[in-house]
């Protein structure tokens, strides 16, 4: 399922992503989702140097699953 967005570029990207979908063959919309992908997994891993710098740092703790599981009555 696809959800349709309006988005805003800048102009030199915007110029960049027309030369790109051009010489490629595809549509703008499909090499956009194909960044988004790989920008979000990036994220991901800034995500989980954060969350175990937390944990270093003891900002955050680890819960063991049984203790969770016995909470949550399951």
Do not use: C, P
């Amino acid at each position: 399922m696809q959800t349709r967005h309006n988005i805003t570029l800048d102009r030199d990207i915007s110029r960049e992503l027309e030369a790109i979908a051009g010489e490629l063959g595809e549509k703008k919309s499909a090499i956009i989702e194909k960044a988004l992908t790989a920008y979000f997994d990036l994220l991901d891993l800034e995500l989980v140097r954060k969350r175990m710098k937390d944990l270093e740092e003891g900002r955050d703790e680890i819960i063991d699953a049984d203790k969770v599981w016995k909470e949550l009555g399951i």
